[in-house]
């Protein structure tokens, strides 16, 4: 018994350790990543985008369930690798979630919030 309990238990650590490294779950991201200049300017998509993913935790920009973010002057890389990756409280949206475009249109209208710089 203590034999199969051992290979049993080696046999698992493989599985974990194939499951880490076989791109299952999130792909890492560096700031770097996102260094490009805005590349959109429809607010009007950017304010549905932002309703539906981003007013419940930072209604108007302000604090919520999150931060506040209006008047943050945060680069575009910054904001985008945040949407990415998330954060302590905030979660990940990938492109499934939130497509690059109506990423940048999300940028657009936060930057009239004074989240984004241009």
Not at 10 to 15: H, P, Q, R
Not at 80 to 105: C, H, T, Y
């Amino acid at each position: 018994m203590g034999k199969k309990l051992i290979f049993g238990a080696v046999v698992g650590m493989f599985a974990i350790s194939y499951g880490c490294s076989s791109g299952a779950g999130t792909t890492a991201y560096s700031l770097e990543d996102f260094e490009f200049p805005l590349e959109s300017t429809n607010v009007a998509n950017g304010t549905e985008v932002y309703a539906e993913f981003c007013e419940g935790c930072h209604p108007g920009g302000e604090e919520g369930d999150g931060p506040k973010i209006s008047d943050a002057a945060l680069s575009p890389a910054k904001v985008r690798w945040q949407v990415r990756v998330g954060g302590k409280d905030m979660p990940a949206f990938g492109a499934d979630k939130i497509s690059d475009a109506n990423l940048e249109d999300l940028l657009a209208y936060t930057a009239t919030l004074g989240t984004v710089l241009r």
